[in-house]
């Protein structure tokens, strides 16, 4: 089941801890155990989830990252606790659901007693959870927890022009600050953005301008 599930939900490959700009990545590296990640929609939670997988990977460590969790039972989380990282994205998805709740605070405990690490990530800070299972609740508020990084337009600029570097195409910050000005500012959209000049520069065979941006994106 496990071996299915990593084959089902493959990781991004532009989705290293070093192209997450922000502190969080070097603080996630250094945990273990039951971690919380919390932060805003399009705030970076899914890249570093699939980031930290990248890295225990590349060190020889077996990992499964889980993400649309409402789409699957609650039973698939039965017995992954003997995979050294478990990533479990956007809990909020689920966390509402009595058996989902039951099923996570089981997970939790497993782990424990396994020695190995589960990451969850949360839309929400762990002030703003209201669990009817009180147990898991007190296991939540136990865990260690780490929020994303707030970006400023620059460091945002950064993120914009290093993804595109990533897939193999240059942008100059005229274009990277027309794309910024353009549209909306969560990171997750932008991401997409420049996954469409990706397919776009590919499909037109042109260099990155804003003429160009404009005609791709329609912005």
């Known amino acids: ?7 089902k939900f493959r990781l991004d490959d532009h989705t290293r801890l070093e192209d997450y700009v922000g502190e969080a990545g070097s603080k996630l590296v250094h945990l273990s155990g039951f971690v919380y990640l919390s932060g805003s929609k399009g705030s970076g939670k899914s890249h570093l989830l699939q980031g930290i997988c990248h890295r225990a990977v590349s060190e020889g460590l077996s990992t499964l990252y889980l993400p649309a969790l ?3 039972e609650p039973e698939v989380l039965e ?10 994205d956007d809990i909020d998805d689920v966390l509402a659901l009595a058996d989902w709740q039951r099923a996570l605070f089981h997970l939790i405990n497993a782990v424990k007693d396994a ?6 990530s949360s839309s929400h800070p762990v002030s703003a959870l209201k669990l ?15 929020s994303t990084d707030l970006l400023d337009d620059e460091q945002k600029l950064e993120v914009i022009g290093h993804k595109a570097r990533r897939r193999g195409f240059d942008m100059s910050q ?3 600050r027309f794309i910024l000005g353009r549209s909306r500012r969560d990171m997750h959209h932008l991401a997409r953005l420049v996954d469409q000049l990706d397919e776009e520069t590919l499909r ?3 260099k ?3 003429p160009f941006v404009k005609a791709a994106l329609g912005l």
Request: glycine share 8%; hydrophobic share 45%; proline share 0%.
């Open 70 to 72: 409402s789409i699957l």
């Open 174 to 176: 005229d274009v990277c």
């Open 79 to 88: 017995g992954l606790e003997q995979v050294d990282l478990i990533c479990l």
């Open 208 to 210: 990155v301008t804003i």
């Open 1 to 7: 089941m496990t071996r299915q599930l990593a084959l």
């Open 132 to 146: 009817e299972l009180g147990d898991l609740d007190s296991r939540i508020k136990g865990a260690y927890l780490l």
């Open 115 to 120: 020695g190995n690490t589960l990451i969850v």
């Open 204 to 206: 037109r065979q042109k």
